[in-house]
């Protein structure tokens, strides 16, 4: 037996790469991983997280569309109710597949699977699982994204080429979503805190201006609704989806710039705390 | 092969440290419990070193600290010069780690847990492909490459984690517990399979507490309870230094074994009363029993054995390794 424990030379390069305390480099490895375990399972959850902000525009924006009639779009102009709803609904759609993938998921690989603690018992640092993992939840989030843009266009709902910029502005809300998801679930211990998430994110969902404007509020629910994140993803397609841009464009992206690096930060720290302690 | 051309290079090899594992006054503390308590030792290369103690003594902490996923209170720790703690991935990258409950990829088939893992090494697909293959081979799992990790068995998951804690090709091997849970089977052909590594001049580092483990695959080893060092030698300085040669066991019965001691002195060299036997400790067993069958006693049975490391334990610990 020729075996085995010394003699390749890429084994040697390998160990003879430039690492960090926290980082080393391979983030592709986390990711090639998840990639190869989506292709033997999880294909129903994937659909099923494609389908339903389809659904809902369907109901909502055919079935309700018809009693509603048209509505002022961002602009002011008269725009079909559909029109309305579908960039919110697309910001929820990327909200959810990124809330899924760094929640759920995330929990049970960190609890269950002790996926993490493989991880990091290898040259990966903490820092390649984070990014390798919230790389994951935004593939999902871009594929969920060009699904639903794909059927806007099906249903006429497309107006402008600008629209198309809702695809890559799905995926900087869903890395909004994913960096901060994955930071929060690495507190949580049990299914019954795992609740709390979809206890956040029904509301959420059903109030960030979804169906109808903010204006409907009083002034100080408009505040709050306009410190959530939703909300801001959905004024961000919608300004998009008619191509009528303001200074809010930036303020909308800005926020999402914010939760990004916080949330990184605040997954990072987690993952060492809970990994390396 | 590799082998043989790396053999004498090895050898000429100046840069490489002594001991590719040092550890001082090494001390971890969870709030108030101390769970290592300022242990010390050094591994030289190629040696294949074991911790002996019962459960909670300490074993798997200092493994997580040499590992670098567990950070110490305080004392030193080098692994192959490395501090573990600010250098974690790096030192990591020379390790091959069997942690205690095996944590195998589910979400993959038997081969691509071996491939995603080589790949977190950041090592290519054109050396892992035939790595992989050679490694399903010596853990005997060519036939189950395709299955499910969920499928297999107990002993074939331990060796599915030995196989993958090798994809790197490491200078140490840490094993925490390696045969708990599998059955005599298993284990024989496990212990099969890190001799053969330890023949090939892989450094071993060892958890146990089977005595029987640390006796056949250890070099040297420390006994540890509650985080200190009790001893430390080799199996055989162990049993010469703590024991005598035999043990000659007996016994009478629950509620007679703590009251014949005063009727057993005298006999060997040392006497230990256990709640289900007694235990002589002699140089002579056979002799011994003679002699307790002289006095008059009957025990319903009697044993003369060899001292293990386990009667190392007892007499250092008064208690035994395994409750």
């Known amino acids: ?277 | 092969m590799p082998a043989n051309e790396t053999g004498p290079e090895r050898d000429k090899e100046p840069a490489a440290p002594r001991y590719v594992i040092t550890a001082e006054n090494l001390t971890k503390t969870y709030g108030d419990v101390t769970a290592v308590d300022g242990i010390s030792f050094s591994v030289p290369a190629g040696e294949s070193f074991g911790l002996l103690g019962p459960n909670g003594a300490g074993k798997s902490t200092t493994m997580k600290m040499i590992g670098g996923v567990s950070q110490r209170t305080s004392g030193n720790l080098t692994i192959m010069g490395l501090d573990p703690e600010q250098n974690g991935p790096e030192v990591r990258a020379h390790l091959g780690v069997v942690p205690q409950q095996d944590n195998l990829d589910e979400e993959l088939k038997v081969r691509d847990n071996l491939l995603v893992y080589g790949r977190y090494f950041g090592l290519p697909m054109s050396y892992l492909k035939p790595k992989a293959d050679e490694l399903l081979e010596f853990a005997q799992l060519t036939d189950k490459a395709k299955s499910k990790v969920d499928a297999l068995s107990g002993g074939m998951k331990r060796r599915l984690t030995i196989a993958r804690s090798l994809i790197n090709e490491p200078r140490i091997l840490l094993l925490d517990e390696p045969t708990t849970g599998l059955d005599p089977q298993a284990r024989h052909i496990l212990w099969d399979r890190l001799f053969r590594l330890k023949e090939q001049g892989v450094t071993l580092i060892l958890t146990t507490h089977y005595m029987d483990e640390a006796e056949q695959l250890c070099d040297r080893l420390i006994v540890v309870d509650k985080g200190r060092i009790m001893a430390e030698g080799s199996p055989a300085a162990l049993i010469r230094d703590y024991s005598t040669r035999e043990v000659l066991e007996l016994r009478f019965g629950s509620e007679r074994n703590a009251s014949i001691g005063a009727e057993l002195e005298g006999i060997g060299e040392r006497l230990e009363t256990l709640p289900d036997r007694v235990l002589i400790y002699t140089h002579d067993g056979e002799a011994a029993l003679e002699e307790v069958s002289a006095r008059g006693l009957r025990p319903l049975t009697s044993l003369v054995r060899r001292s293990s490391l386990e009667d190392v334990f007892l007499r250092l610990t008064g208690r035994s390794l395994v409750d």
């Open chain 1, 1 to 277: 037996m020729t075996l085995l424990t010394q003699g390749h030379a890429v084994t040697e390069e390998a160990r003879n790469r430039r690492f960090g305390p926290l980082y080393s480099r391979n983030a592709r490895a986390v990711i090639g991983r998840g990639l190869m375990a989506t292709k033997s399972s999880n294909w129903m959850v994937m659909l099923s997280g494609f389908f339903e902000p389809v659904l809902f525009l369907i109901s909502m924006g055919v079935g309700m569309g018809a009693v509603v009639g048209s509505v002022a779009g961002p602009g002011g102009q008269e725009i079909s109710y559909a029109a309305y709803i579908a960039p919110a609904l697309l910001a929820v759609s990327a909200m959810n597949g990124a809330v899924y993938d760094s929640t759920w998921n995330v929990f049970f690989k960190m609890n269950f699977a002790k996926l993490y603690q493989g991880m990091l018992y290898t040259s990966l640092g903490p820092l390649d699982v984070a990014i390798g993992e919230i790389f994951l939840a935004l593939l999902r989030g871009l594929l969920y994204a060009t699904g639903f843009t794909a059927v806007m266009g099906l249903m006429g709902l497309i107006t402008t080429p600008w629209a198309l910029l809702m695809i890559p502005a799905s995926v900087l809300i869903a890395f909004g979503f994913a960096s901060f998801g994955m930071g929060i679930t690495s507190f949580m211990k049990t299914f019954q805190q795992m609740d709390w998430v979809n206890f956040i994110m029904l509301p959420m969902f059903l109030f960030s201006a979804t169906f109808y404007p903010l204006s409907v509020y009083p002034e100080y629910i408009q505040w709050l609704i306009q410190a959530m994140p939703l909300w801001h993803g959905v004024e961000l397609l919608r300004q998009i989806s008619a191509a009528s841009f303001t200074p809010a464009t930036a303020i909308h992206v800005g926020y999402y710039l914010v939760m990004i690096v916080l949330g990184l930060m605040l997954t990072t720290g987690r993952l060492r705390s809970l990994f390396l302690k």
